[in-house]
């Protein structure tokens, strides 16, 4: 018989769900990290670990290109669009082996971490080394995540990105031959293997229809399927890609992924931020994920939130490009964008936008992912927990106090307790960078 041990953990102020915070919250966990009893009202035992500031769910980032953190800081001069974004990424993609790659994402997880996500879904396609060459391991790159996540702490859900070409009838050229397997039943045999951390989640990607043909997203759908896994895809991120899709197709992307028989409840539509009517009735019953401050960070325009919300599409959020690493920002831009593009406020309140960037509340049953927010932070000044508003609204990842994952802490008094973030970070991208010199 199992012995089960119980960690507690005092809320003086935590949200159990609705529009404000309760008060005096003792939360129980299993030795498994589950929250197992919650009991509002009471007093701490002697026991108790305490965390006096305002608690709310561990954040989701569900999309994340980790080494698009290796740019941040280095593509933000001149006018140039997407595309030449892109080119730059494509620099830095070169470069990476996977020990540089191992070093960057835990530095860059971890410092998600210590902005609040506990979860992230990693959009994976970095597979082969320099020319598509496969590693002796094909999962290499692979096993550089997962490490990079066991070691931060984050819960991690790889998604392995199937990438064969550079726009609709064109094959995979240049650095893009490192994202590609060739063909859709080499991915499918690659990611069948298991990775070396049995603790990590297993999803499948397409990367979009600019990179892959209806008939593969068809496959890939159907393994996703069989698997029980979640399948994600960029969608519509940008207008030259809907023009391309029109071109090879005469669909948009949402209808090519409609006739491949993906949009079912476990798919999740990436961006979404160029739809038409009937593209946001498609995506009612799928989920789309914003990631508001990298579409702003790389002019990709406002997608429509409100109208998906209202159609009945879940919606998450995502750090993608890590412009910003920060769920408050990415949770107010949500609703600051909706603003400037309808010119009405109030689309998504307070509540809503801490669902979608979390859950509705600390639950039973579900991962004790905790996130402690110091009330006393000048942000946070006449801001009240009876107000939920208030406080996504004014607060920032800076204001993060405490973090646990699964029952255990990562983050104390906001430094992570086994990385120095920003001496690691320092030191991946110094490497990265000299590779590159």
Sequence with gaps: MTDVTMTEIWCAQAWLGGAGLSAEVLIEIDNAGIVMAITPGVKPSAHAHRL????????????SHAFHRGIRGRTHSGSASFWEW??????????????????????TYAE????????VSEFHYLHHDRGGVSYADPNEMSHALAQAAVHSGIGLTLLDTLYLGSAPGVGAEGVQMRFSDGNVDRWIERNAAPLKHDSVCRGLAVHSVRAVTPTDIESASFIAQQRNVP???????????????????????????????????????????H??????????????????????????????????RDA?????????????????????????????????????SGPDLARIGTRDGITVGSPADLVEIDPHSRRLAGASAESL?????????????????????????????????????????????????
């Design 275 to 308: 739809l038409s009517s009937v593209d946001i009735q498609l995506l009612s019953s799928s989920h789309v994920c914003l990631c508001p401050t990298t579409e702003a960070e790389l002019a990709d325009g406002i997608g429509p939130a409100g109208l998906l």
């Design 86 to 107: 892109r080119e730059q990424m494509y620099a830095l993609a070169t470069a990476l082996t996977p020990e540089t790659y191992a070093a960057l994402a835990r530095a």
């Design 389 to 437: 508003s208030g406080l996504v609204f004014a607060a920032s990842g800076a204001d993060i106090k405490t973090v646990y994952v699964t029952g255990v802490e990562k983050v104390r008094d906001g430094r992570h307790v086994d990385i120095d973030v920003t001496a690691e970070l320092s030191a991946a991208l110094a490497t990265v960078w000299g590779d590159l010199s």
């Design 112 to 119: 998600m971490v210590e902005s609040g996500y506990t979860r």
């Design 231 to 273: 399948l994600h895809a960029h969608v519509s991120e940008q207008p030259r890609e809907n023009e391309e899709c029109f071109a090879a197709y005469g669909r948009s992307p949402t209808q090519v992924f409609a006739d491949a028989g993906a949009l079912d409840a476990d798919f999740t539509a990436v961006h979404a931020t």
């Design 312 to 348: 009945g599409s879940g919606l998450s959020l995502g750090s993608d490009s890590q412009a910003i690493i920060d769920p408050f920002a990415e949770m107010q831009r949500i609703e600051w964008d909706q603003r400037l593009a309808t010119g009405r406020r109030g689309t998504f």
């Design 52 to 63: 006096t500031g305002w608690v709310l769910p561990g954040f989701v980032n569900n999309h």
